[in-house]
């Protein structure tokens, strides 16, 4: 069994900046693509990030481009998202997941979340 902890989460004002992180045990790290997602009350999920196994390819949800960045360190079994300028619509809980496939899914394993919350 894959377990992902997503880490990072917080309240932060409106431009801010945060990290989140995603540590995964239970698999060989370097072979899954990794993805982002978050649900806000009321919405669906959404796809955030998503990034290949290597970290050579990228994707993006168009209302994060140019604002959040996607990594990961394979050494340390963990995926980034680096979150700034922040605005009060990105509020939700981020999930991490993981996936046999592209950057773009599909996605097999989640973790639990983590809450970001951004104040105006």
């Known amino acids: 069994q894959v377990q992902l902890v997503e880490a990072g989460g917080g309240l932060v004002q409106a431009g801010g900046s945060l990290r989140l992180s995603c540590v995964a045990s239970g698999r060989t790290f370097s072979n899954y693509a990794v993805g982002w997602f978050r649900q806000a009350p009321g919405k669906e999920r959404e796809f955030v990030a998503g990034?290949?196994?290597?970290?050579?390819?990228?994707n993006y949800a168009d209302s994060v481009k140019g604002r959040f960045t996607i990594s990961r360190d394979n050494a340390r079994s963990t995926v980034y998202l680096q979150m700034n300028s922040l605005r009060p619509e990105d509020t939700a809980v981020y999930y991490c997941?993981?996936?046999?496939?592209?950057?773009?899914?599909?996605?097999?394993?989640w973790g639990q979340g983590t809450q970001v919350t951004v104040s105006s």
């Open positions: 990034i290949s196994g290597s970290g050579g390819s990228t």
């Open positions: 997941a993981l996936g046999l496939g592209t950057a773009a899914g599909p996605f097999r394993y």
